[in-house]
């Protein structure tokens, strides 16, 4: 039963467009949210986070939208750049389940 | 340097061989935690360090799995009586608090490849 869901495996956008990863949550209880970034054979690299009581935070191309009543969060990065092109996590953690539940990952690719 | 390392990079056995694998955290990082990541899988919790103490070992996945912390600084994870199931890469982070805090994330190694053969 995943409590973290990535639904959409992969994603390819055009450099200079809008990516945008999406998450979807089951516990209610979650109140902390992070993206981390993974390339090939290194480990996954902390992106952003957002806590429950905001609903976005914003770090330079990457803004992260929690949206608590859908369940849902959602990254944008904007202009997307081929350096961008890497395997995206998300992680979610709180109440009951101190651990962070990571999601399976989407592999986003920017286009030259 | 000063991130999280781990070593070895890649080990690779025979089943049934026992292994070790070590994770120095960042400096000051009270906490420490242990992932497993399957191929295609995503990053799954093994055991989490609040200092020497591990208050969660809900992620072993069996009593083949042990890990110790020692001055609140190097951890090892052993796998005894190693299975080919056991092949993944495995990872280590660090955070400066608790697990789960606002403002505290957790910083990864590049992880462990282990393979068994």
């Known amino acids: 039963d995943q409590q973290v869901k990535q639904n959409s495996p992969s994603l390819s956008v055009q450099e200079g467009r809008i990516s945008i990863l999406n998450c979807d949550y089951t516990n209610s209880m979650f109140d902390y949210f992070l993206w981390y970034k993974k390339y090939p054979a290194e480990g996954p690299t902390f992106l952003i986070s957002i806590s429950s009581i905001k609903d976005k935070n914003e770090d330079g191309r990457f803004t992260v939208f929690l949206n608590k009543s859908a369940k849902h969060l959602s990254l944008h990065i904007v202009p997307s750049q081929p350096g961008d092109s890497a395997v995206y996590f998300c992680?979610?953690?709180?109440?009951?389940?101190?651990?962070?539940?990571f999601g399976k990952g989407t592999k986003l690719s920017v286009k030259p | 340097g000063a991130g999280v390392s781990q070593s070895p990079s890649n080990k690779v056995t025979e089943k049934g061989k026992d292994v070790e694998l070590r994770c120095d955290p960042i400096s000051g990082h009270t906490a420490l935690y242990w992932y497993r990541q399957r191929l295609g899988q995503g990053l799954e919790f093994l055991i989490y360090f609040q200092g020497n103490s591990a208050p969660d070992k809900s992620g072993l996945p069996s009593d083949r799995f042990s890990a110790e912390r020692t001055g609140e600084s190097v951890s090892t994870l052993t796998i005894q009586r190693t299975q080919q199931e056991d092949s993944a890469v495995y990872l280590c982070?660090?955070?400066?608090?608790?697990?789960?805090?606002?403002?505290?994330?957790?910083?990864f190694g590049d992880g462990t490849r282990l393979s068994i053969l």
């Open positions: 992680a979610a953690s709180g109440g009951s389940q101190g651990n962070l539940i």
């Open positions: 982070a660090s955070s400066l608090g608790g697990r789960g805090r606002p403002g505290q994330p957790q910083h």
